[in-house]
């Protein structure tokens, strides 16, 4: 699956993470009129974040979120959909569309040692993978399920028809859903779709094309759906890189 993150059009780099599904990122400050900043997408994520001092979690976004503030060192750890309340304790509706402290969810002990280590070393990313590994070691491996039904949607598969092939109902997919991602599943297919839309265009799929095999109704519903999430326009957002 496609996922999108803050990056100027240079200073950001990633590569997969040993934790699976996850990805590791980091961005190096840009000075101001240097490029124009990408906005945050939903993509059904959430991400561990430190940035000179302060560690964060980024919630599941169900709109465009400008990062803003100054130029400054970034370092993070993007989780596979889903598998971010298990490790970090909390449930994704707690966090959606929210930027928190780490210390309003752990223990301020636990996050001062943390940020020690983290402010000591010269790969802070390679840290956060390193605390997202130990925390998986103790919480476990996530639902297998919840990685199906990102895979079904993710595919396009119908809300209706995947519960039923997980054999859960619609209030019980609701449920596990806010739990796991930050909204119900229909939310979910519609920020998957909207990242399998970018993906496409991005690769200069025409914009008719790109709204058939991403799975609109037509090119008009591609407009709707990304201004609504993303704030601006598909060529918009093309133009920003």
């Known amino acids: 699956m496609a996922v999108e ?3 100027r059009t240079s200073g950001y ?8 599904g996850a990805v590791v990122w980091t961005k190096a400050p840009v000075p101001a009129g240097a490029g124009a900043v990408r906005p945050v997408l939903p993509d059904g994520c959430m991400d561990l974040l430190w940035s ?4 964060l979690v980024a919630g599941p976004d169900t709109r465009a979120y400008d990062p803003g503030g100054p130029p ?3 370092a993070g ?3 596979f959909p889903g598998t971010a309340p298990g490790c970090l304790g909390v449930p ?18 636990l996050v001062r040692r943390l940020r020690d280590r983290l402010d000591a070393a010269r790969d802070p990313a390679a840290v956060l993978e390193e605390v997202a590994l ?18 079904a949607l993710d595919a396009g598969r119908p809300v209706g028809a995947t519960a039923d092939e997980l054999g859960l109902g619609a209030r019980q997919l609701h449920r596990r859903s806010l739990a796991a991602f930050g909204y119900g599943p229909k939310t979910l297919a519609r920020v998957l779709r909207l990242q399998r839309a970018l993906a496409l265009a991005r690769a200069g799929v025409p914009f ?34």
């Open 208 to 241: 008719a094309e790109t709204a058939a095999r991403a799975g609109f109704a037509d090119q008009a519903h591609l407009a709707r759906d990304v201004r609504e999430l993303a704030g601006m326009p598909l060529s918009g957002l093309l133009a920003l890189g």
């Open 13 to 20: 780099g990633e590569r997969p993470s040993r934790l699976p």
């Open 134 to 151: 130990e925390r998986a070691a103790v919480t476990g491996p996530p639902d297998p399920l919840l990685r199906h039904l990102v895979a």
């Open 92 to 109: 994704a509706h707690e966090l959606r569309d929210r930027r928190v402290e780490l210390a309003e969810l752990w223990p301020a002990a």
């Open 52 to 55: 000179e001092g302060r560690l």
């Open 5 to 7: 993150t803050t990056v």
């Open 77 to 79: 750890l993007r989780f």
């Open 72 to 74: 400054a060192h970034w």
